[in-house]
């Protein structure tokens, strides 16, 4: 039996949930599930936005026949050609053999890269702020490359003013009987797997994210429909200034996050230190242990906070494997702006303060401290001073 949701008069949810996947393409923990949003335009001409991936594909199918009832689709608008969003491609021309694509240039030739069939003589090029007239409706199409692939455009109905916003505004998570973030509490129970979205998934791209973001002040937008997800109708600017922050790379909170890489407890125990000194000055903290989570919340979080700390033993004459992994993720994810403190540790050798500085190195704007703590298998209680000085110099590079 299909599920579907009215987004508006002639717009409908055809998406499907997955809640059975364990890693969103393999290297992000779901576990909340994820939505694969697609929608259906039923204006004089049938519109279908994207497709889901292969996982939910026979729920999908059925509910687009749901909603087509006796009609036939007319255009089939691929807006980013990632397989989550286009395993469905094949059956879509299968099904309805007469249905225009309407992609840009990159997105044809990628879709050639995917999949064997004719695709030159059912396709529709379009090109920065073509509009195809739909009825009632117009729909604008404009470019936004490497959000978050080279190929992704979006599409602005300008007689509603709904943006269908590819992968840009999405979320982990499935959707829950809701589809409108208005239906649940998102800054409680979503924001944060909002931000981790973004900074995982796009957060590399910040520049390229600002530049869509500019090709919309002179736009109104009154809905937004991303492809993973909840719908925004309501309060945008929630959602908006949040991309806003975060595509400059600005820290949504002063606040310090804390991650570390302990083998025996000995770093742990210097970095527990170090938190229970911040926030008895009043600062707020946020603690992950590298080899038990996830690496896209630790991403997720250094989004978030404007001062990082990270404390790893020493291993192999380097940081600790896992230690060394999530700073090179966090660096390939353009992190900037940030104050950085380092903790170390080694029994004969303590390379890994080191090591992990040179990671920062390759960040633009990254302020990171003088007050490096070494120790020496495990914190010796003259070393006490030094927490507290690098406690006070956190606190300091706050107050500038």
Avoid at 221 to 242: E, M, T, Y
Avoid at 247 to 256: A, M, R
Avoid at 383 to 391: E, G, K, R, S, T
Wanted: hydrophobic share 45%; with cysteine; charged share 25%.
């Amino acid at each position: 039996m299909f599920c579907i949701k009215k987004i508006a008069n002639d717009l409908v949810w055809v998406g499907a949930n997955d809640r059975r996947l364990a890693m969103f393409e393999g290297v992000y923990s779901v576990p909340k599930g994820v939505a694969y949003n697609s929608y259906l335009l039923l204006d004089e001409k049938t519109v279908l936005f994207d497709t889901v991936d292969k996982a939910v594909l026979s729920r999908f199918l059925e509910n687009i026949a749901a909603v087509l009832k006796n009609r036939t689709l007319d255009y089939f608008v691929i807006q980013h050609v990632e397989p989550d969003h286009t395993a469905a491609i094949l059956e879509i021309v299968r099904l309805y053999p007469n249905a225009k694509i309407v992609c840009n240039a990159k997105t044809l030739s990628i879709i050639k890269q995917f999949f064997d069939f004719n695709c030159d003589e059912r396709v529709h090029i379009v090109k920065e702020n073509d509009v195809l007239v739909t009825g009632k409706h117009k729909l604008n199409f404009i470019m936004a490359p490497m959000v978050h692939w080279p190929e992704v455009m979006v599409t602005y109905d300008s007689t509603d003013k709904i943006l269908f916003s590819a992968d840009a505004f999405g979320c982990f998570g499935a959707l829950n009987g809701a589809i409108f973030a208005d239906e649940v509490d998102f800054s409680k129970d979503y924001m944060d797997e909002a931000r981790r979205y973004y900074a995982n998934i796009v957060g590399k791209y910040g520049v390229q994210v600002k530049a869509l973001l500019n090709k919309f002040d002179t736009r109104p937008i009154k809905v937004i429909c991303p492809l993973h997800g909840f719908v925004w109708r309501k309060d945008l600017s929630k959602i908006l200034s949040k991309y806003k922050l975060w595509s400059e790379y600005e820290p949504e909170e002063t606040g310090v996050m804390l991650a570390y890489a302990s083998i025996y407890g000995n770093t742990e125990n210097a970095t527990e230190i170090l938190a229970s000194k911040l926030v008895e000055k009043g600062i707020k903290t946020q603690m992950f242990d590298v080899s038990v989570t996830d690496a896209s919340d630790i991403i997720s979080a250094a989004f978030k906070w404007s001062h990082l700390v990270f404390a790893s033993a020493t291993y192999n004459a380097g940081i600790f494997v896992s230690m060394d992994s999530v700073l090179a993720d966090l660096v390939a994810h353009n992190i900037q702006n940030r104050t950085v403190a380092l903790i170390e540790n080694g029994s004969w050798v303590s390379a890994s303060g080191t090591k992990m500085k040179e990671h920062f190195l390759k960040c633009k704007s990254m302020n990171i401290l003088n007050e490096t703590l070494s120790i020496k298998s495990s914190l010796q209680e003259q070393q006490l001073v030094q927490i507290d000085l690098m406690a006070d110099a956190i606190k300091k590079s706050m107050l500038k």
